[in-house]
Nanobody, 114 residues
């Protein structure tokens, strides 16, 4: 069975940094592009960043230059380094395949506030 377990969230001040991690299992990880998504109450889940099987990365305009996605195929993990955090980055962050077609994990809460 597919399992996606996010961790690393927390409360940080504007301008601070966090590193999120996603542990994946139950599918051939190295054959899938992976992505991070985020969701705030009352709004749809939005795509944040993707990393392809060849390590090519893309980012939403709202996080470009501040976030960095990476993957480790030996550990079946996807990380999201978040720098220069803004209050509008506050959300629950989820990982999934690039197409979001696996069962969602519980996510990890990121709160950016003074």
């Amino acid at each position: 069975q597919v399992q996606l377990v996010e961790s690393g969230g927390g409360l940080v001040q504007p301008g601070g940094s966090l590193r999120l991690s996603c542990a994946a299992s139950g599918f051939p990880f190295s054959l899938y592009g992976m992505a991070w998504f985020r969701q705030v109450p009352g709004k749809q889940r939005e795509w944040v960043s993707s990393i392809d099987i060849d390590q090519t990365t893309i980012y939403a305009d709202s996080v470009k230059g501040r976030f960095t996605i990476s993957r480790d195929n030996t550990k079946n993990s996807v990380d999201l380094q978040m720098n220069s955090l803004k209050p509008e980055d506050t959300a629950v962050y989820y990982c999934n395949t690039r197409w979001g077609d696996k069962e969602w994990g519980q996510g990890t809460q990121v709160t950016v506030s003074s």
